[in-house]
């Protein structure tokens, strides 16, 4: 029997936890088929909140607890009587200390310390040895001792989110639905959250209710950014998770997430974190599973490629490399000078279909600080030493399932943007546009190259060189972002294209239209000596000037 976690929404009929579907957006029991909907499991961890306030303010009264507010950075923390606290140990200033009653800012779920603060000590100091390359690690093994344990509070999201996704070269909005696994917020205004990001997960099996019992020896820090702030952040990193996955699916590196997380359940919670702050050096460590991570000292830059200028690189690469093949086959220079020069056209019209993106429009530089942790290995207790688990905790993300309205109803759906077979096409479109008389000037002298005059074509290519570029970009590109691929799935879970219904109709609007063009002058005039003229360039190709 799977152990009962504090996050898990029960099945009312049998008690055992539902798991959430995202097709039919309920909550499914897998013993008895029972389903809980989504303002139901937000209600039965309204109910649990309640309970434990009122147990948290019942204990609090057998306490003598203390509370220290920070008068710079504004950290608040709460301690024992007989715990020493000389400054705030988030900045360093003078702290004023009261007694401690208010239970209305203490979360009501736990993780408890499962490493010591020696043992988290020799973890951090064993970081600093098997990194001697690093100043960092130089620095912060002389300040090892500084390390102090922390209960932070966190605010614990699980439950269904919904999402609008766009590229942001797109105008079309999609909409998918995500379900966020037990993910955690810092509720710290002070503390950096890349640093803690970087020494999760933690192992929610463990997650207990809180009691003040906890805070014996122990630092509790209380969350100290307004409810506004809160739902931004838990917006904001809901956002951050369902970003990898929703480039994926859009394939573009530019989208734009807006997460609506109002479904899921929140839950205020303490986890346990040895922290080190001095000056611009900072280190935490898990206080469950030992996982160091510390900030650098430097912040680094990351240099981006406009994306037109990547295609162009890309195209001088391939056409040389082309170049280099056929004339290491035996062609002579000039020949392969030519071909590859030709297959230039063809590989920037491809490169531009797969680099074309708005947000590297110009060269730009990124800067951010990184966060070097100790692995991805967690530690356990066993027999009274800590030891390598066998278990690897996973911060599993669950894929966004898109939805589309098709005929009329909302249906789960998979898209696909730039697949091979689409930038072929298109490059196959523009290449028959491009050399339109050329080709039919080849099916009208069957294929006679000797005769072939391409000189023929000179007017035409003056239009369509420049034009079919521009065009390219301008309806090529945006008919690859914006009209998806849409694929359905069968009963028997098969994949099949889904075409939208196109009704052609004539209407005498249209035909009167094309008419007034062909046969009204002044207009027809002109079409027709257009096409005059297309239909000289094509004879000329075929046959010369003679
Ligand atoms: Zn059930
Ligand atoms: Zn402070």
């Known amino acids: 029997m799977e152990k009962k976690r504090i996050t898990d929404i029960h099945c009312p009929n049998c008690g055992a936890p539902a798991k959430f579907d995202i097709i039919r957006q309920r909550y499914l029991c897998g013993y008895c088929g029972g389903s809980v909907g989504i303002s139901e499991a937000l209600q039965q961890k309204q109910g649990f909140r309640k309970l434990q306030g009122d147990r948290i303010r019942n204990s609090v009264k057998q306490f003598r607890l203390f509370r220290a507010s920070c008068s710079g950075c504004g950290a608040e923390i709460v301690f024992e009587e007989n715990e020493a606290l000389s400054g705030c140990p988030f900045c360093g ?3 004023v200390r009261t007694e401690y009653l208010n239970t209305k800012d203490m979360p009501e779920s736990i993780i408890p310390f499962a490493v010591t603060e020696d043992e988290a000590k020799d973890l951090l100091k064993k970081w600093c040895k098997s990194n001697p390359g690093k100043t960092e690690a130089r620095q912060l093994s002389k300040l090892t001792g500084e390390l102090k344990g922390f209960y932070l509070p966190y605010e614990m999201l699980s439950g269904p989110v919904h999402l609008t996704v766009s590229r942001m070269d797109s105008s079309r909005t999609y909409f998918c639905q995500g379900f966020v696994n037990d993910e955690f917020v810092n509720r710290s205004s002070q503390l950096d959250n890349l640093l803690l990001d970087g020494m999760e997960p933690y192992d929610l099996d463990a997650l207990t209710e809180f009691d ?4 014996a020896g122990h630092r509790v820090k209380i969350s100290d950014i307004s409810d506004k702030e809160l739902t931004s952040r838990v917006k904001t990193e809901t956002e951050e998770i369902y970003t990898p996955a929703v480039r994926k699916v859009l394939e573009s590196k530019a989208v734009e997430l807006s997460a609506n997380v109002g479904s899921a359940v929140r839950l205020p919670v303490l986890l346990p974190v040895y922290y080190l702050c001095a000056g611009d050096l900072m280190a935490a460590v898990n206080g469950q599973t030992g996982k160091v991570s510390v900030r650098a000292l430097k912040e680094s830059r990351y240099y981006f490629l406009p994306w037109w200028l990547k295609a ?8 040389a490399l082309t170049g280099c093949a056929l004339y290491a086959f035996g062609m002579n220079a000039g020949s392969s000078l030519l071909i590859s020069g030709i297959l230039a056209l063809f590989y920037l019209i491809v490169t531009l279909c797969y680099f074309s993106d708005t947000v590297r429009n110009s060269l730009s530089v990124v800067s951010g600080r990184e966060i070097f942790t100790s692995g991805d290995r ?7 030493t800590l030891v390598f688990s066998d278990r690897m905790l996973e911060r599993k993300v669950v894929s966004p399932v898109f939805f589309e309205d098709l005929d009329g109803t909302p249906q789960p759906v998979e898209l696909r943007f730039t697949t091979p077979g ?6 196959l479109l523009c290449f028959v546009a491009l050399f339109l008389p050329v080709i039919l000037a080849l099916l009208l002298n069957g294929f006679d190259f000797q005769r072939l005059t391409l000189g023929g074509s000179a007017v035409w290519f003056c239009i369509a060189v420049p034009v079919v570029p521009i065009y390219l970009l301008k309806f090529g590109i945006v008919e690859l972002h914006d009209n998806p691929w849409i694929y359905t799935r069968t009963d028997k ?13 004539i209407t005498w609007n249209g035909v009167k239209e094309v008419l007034r063009v062909l046969f009204v002058p002044p207009v027809s005039l002109a079409v027709w000596f257009g096409i005059l ?5 094509v004879y ?3 046959f010369g000037f003679e």
Do not use: W
């Open 378 to 384: 967690n530690l356990v207790r066993d027999q009274g």
């Open 493 to 505: 879970g098969k994949k099949k294209r889904y075409r939208q219904k196109h009704k052609i109709r």
């Open 312 to 319: 162009i690189l890309a195209t001088l690469v391939f056409t």
């Open 422 to 427: 689409r930038v072929l096409r298109i490059a």
């Open 93 to 95: 200033r003078s702290l």
């Open 540 to 542: 000329l190709t075929a």
């Open 212 to 215: 003040f019992g906890y805070v």
């Open 533 to 537: 003229c297309f239909f000289m360039c």
